[in-house]
């Protein structure tokens, strides 16, 4: 089963930009879908953006145009791009990855504070 270390949270003003990444400990090409959820506090985990093997991507409509993400397979790991964030994107941002044989997999989660 695969193993995810997400990366690059952190406090960033209101209007900031932040990069998260996720690395899988096995090749991306037998991953099928990566992508993002994120929690706030006191809140259920809600969906962000997923990047399918082939690369096509897919976003939460509440956060469409202000997330970007991407996919090196290469490199086995998944990147979120966030551009003006606000303060309600504050939160744990976890990564995940789907296999046919194992399902899906959670990283550890990173932090993601916004200040106002």
């Known amino acids: 089963q695969v193993q995810l270390v997400e990366s690059g949270g952190g406090l960033v003003q209101a209007g900031g930009s932040l990069r998260l990444s996720c690395t899988a400990s096995?090749?991306?090409?037998?991953?099928?879908?990566m992508g993002w959820f994120r929690q706030a506090p006191g809140a259920g985990r809600e969906p962000v953006a997923f990047?399918?093997?082939?690369?096509?991507?897919h976003y939460s409509d509440s956060l469409k145009g202000r997330v970007i993400i991407s996919r090196d397979n290469d490199k086995s790991t998944v990147y979120l791009q966030m551009n003006n964030l606000q303060a309600d994107d504050t939160g744990t941002y976890y990564c995940?990855?789907?296999?046919?044989?194992?399902?899906?997999?959670w990283g550890q989660g990173t932090q993601v504070t916004v200040s106002s």
């Open positions: 990047a399918t093997i082939d690369n096509a991507t």
């Open positions: 096995r090749t991306a090409s037998k991953i099928n879908s």
């Open positions: 995940y990855a789907d296999q046919a044989r194992f399902g899906r997999t």
